[in-house]
């Protein structure tokens, strides 16, 4: 599930990046935002970040 919900979340991030700016910038927004919202989240997203990057 959490998978899942990464991957819809850097699918949108790679959406709007083509619209705007790189992908990385979108897609770290995104995941900010994601942080914001769910706390819950924040342990396993930044782990998940230092692993993509």
């Not at 919900?5 to 700016?21: F, N, P």
């Not at 897609?27 to 993509?52: C, P, S, V």
């Amino acid at each position: 599930m959490f998978d899942e919900h990464v991957e819809a979340c850097l699918k949108a991030a790679r959406r709007e990046a083509g619209k705007t700016r790189t992908i990385g910038q979108e897609t770290r927004r995104g995941i900010d935002r994601l942080l914001e919202k769910d706390g819950q989240l924040a342990g396993m997203m930044k782990r998940f970040q230092a692993w993509k990057y």
